[in-house]
């Protein structure tokens, strides 16, 4: 059944759980993503990169901003008060973004391998039951789009390359497929979301058709498929991070927390 606004929700207790508790890994994980990209302002390769990396770190912070407010339509609170005044245990990202920037390769990598996913999430999104979140995912598919061939391409020419670029690309692969066994987590409502079309795949479906895109980027780079990610001992679809994420929410938030009523 489509569900074409919030106000239909709040009497759907099961629903909106599930609802509110997904929304939370679309937003956490781009608002995270974000964060890390700006990290490369003034740090990037060179002023072009410099520049879209910029553009891309401002697009993710947007994408997140869309779902905050969809949470808050929900009866969650403010937007900037569920961007910035989280605690890392009731975050909901996948490990994988929380992690530090590491050199080129591992941004690279980790970036191209969470836009293949965000792309199979993001095309299984638009026919959401769920309205609201099936109209911004048609939305960010526009922009997310340039993101992964971007990315695609500086994989490419990495693995191309050779000697210590290529060397560089696959210490970063080993370290990302280390991260990878919670980002096709669903947490801990996934029966539900699946069964009322909020999510309208399984994660074992996820994770086929991202493997199924990723295999041929390995080929054009002339990298060794490393093998599907293995399960993942802890999940941050559960509240189950790193020591990354609390030294990230630090930095983060330090202007929010000095004055958490300002307006910009």
């Known amino acids: 059944m489509k569900v074409e606004q919030a106000a239909q929700v709040l009497d759907r207790p099961m629903y909106k759980a599930a609802l509110i508790d997904f929304l939370y890994q679309l937003a956490d994980d781009e608002l995270l993503l974000g964060h890390r990209d700006s990290e490369w302002l003034g740090l990037a390769p060179d002023i072009e990169e410099d520049v879209a990396f910029s553009s891309i770190a401002q697009d993710e912070v947007g994408h997140a901003t869309l779902f905050y407010h969809l949470l808050s339509e929900l009866g969650e609170g403010k ?14 990202n996948a490990r994988l973004v929380e992690r530090p920037n590491g050199d080129w390769a591992y941004t690279i990598v980790r970036h191209l391998v969470y836009d293949v996913f965000e792309a199979v999430r993001l095309e299984a999104l638009a026919s959401s039951s769920y309205a609201p979140l099936a109209h911004g995912a048609v939305k960010i598919r526009r922009e997310e789009r340039y993101h992964l061939l971007h990315m695609e391409t500086w994989f490419t020419r990495l693995g191309q390359a050779g000697g210590e670029a290529r060397e560089r690309v696959e210490r970063a692969v080993a370290a990302v497929w280390a991260d990878l066994g919670d980002l096709f987590s669903l947490g801990a409502h996934e029966a539900l979301l699946v069964a009322e079309g909020i999510l309208p795949i399984t994660r074992n479906e996820l994770a086929r058709r991202w493997e199924a895109r990723m295999k041929p980027l390995f080929e054009a780079a002339q990298l060794a498929w490393p093998g599907a990610p293995q399960p993942a001992m802890e999940d941050g ?28």
């Open 79 to 92: 937007a900037d008060d569920l961007a910035f005044g989280r605690p890392a245990a009731v975050r909901r």
């Open 237 to 264: 679809r559960l509240g189950q991070h790193s020591a990354d994420l609390d030294a990230l929410l630090e930095t983060m938030s330090e202007v929010y927390r000095i004055d958490p009523q300002a307006r910009w």
